[in-house]
């Protein structure tokens, strides 16, 4: 007797099989592979996530908005998490439910395991997770509320660190992980104290990720970007191009994505043209 053979692409055709037939479903998730399979019952759910995900926290504006940017042109599914809407109105007429705005604040420990668990519940299977998310306040230790350095380290390392540990189970394997540090991250000075505190901390835990990701096949990177002009200096009456271009970040980002097949840029130092201010 013959063998009934059904292949079938996309898989969104898929919608389970009675009789006992041999069932081809192509993945475009684990690239090449073929699940080769005798169906006897009906299958309720086979999911073939053709879409890349990237979650990027404070992707309303700066160089979280030019990532978000950059990454739904190259088709993502991307999910924003920031505490308002910001710049991202136009983005979300544009590409409809490939943009997913979701509300925090990062800050709170709460708000990040909530956000955790709820794009968890949406997304299956996560490609890329940039933590971006942070803030600068200045003040030296001595001058200082103990409350700047508290939010300093809640949001730019507390929240990478309670979001990517509640996410890494859903990293598809292949997946990418970029933590926001910044120069302060190594070179510390006077007045930005919290910030370096916090940058500095963001590294060593991208480092130990790094380490203990590497044999599952996840990419982990830290960027650290000089001045780049955003509304982070606002007031600023230095010109432009003393400045790094939020997008140049986001290009080099989605670079070190695309080559991720045999190296991974464990550390990317990012200066403007003219050195730093
Ligand atoms: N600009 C620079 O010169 C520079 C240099 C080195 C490193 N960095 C780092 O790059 C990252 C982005 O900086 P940026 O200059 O683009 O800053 P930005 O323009 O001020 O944007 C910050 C983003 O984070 C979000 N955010 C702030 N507080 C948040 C909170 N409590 N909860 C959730 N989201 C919050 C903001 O959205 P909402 O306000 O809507 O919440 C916004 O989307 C930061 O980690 C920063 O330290 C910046």
Known sequence: MSEIIK???????????????????????????????????PVKRLSLNMQKTAVITGGSKGIGLALVKRFLEQGFKVVSVSRSMGELSPLQDQYGSQLVVMFADLSQKQAVLDTAQTILQQIESIDVLINNAGVFLPGAITQESDEDFELQMALNLNASYYLTKRLIPNLAKGGYVFNICSTASEKAYANGSS?????????????????????????????????????SWEGTDLPASRFIQTEAIANTILMAWENRSSMVMEQITLRPMLGDI
């Open 7 to 41: 292949v079938i692409v996309p898989h969104t055709l898929f919608d389970g099989c009675k009789d006992n037939y041999k069932l081809f479903l192509i993945s475009m998730k684990y690239k090449g592979f073929v699940h080769n399979t005798v169906c006897k019952k």
């Open 195 to 231: 910030y370096c505190i916090s940058k500095h901390a963001l590294l060593g835990f991208t480092k130990v990720l790094r380490a203990e990701l590497m044999n599952q096949g996840i990419a982990v990177s830290a960027v650290l970007p000089g001045p780049t002009l955003t509304d």
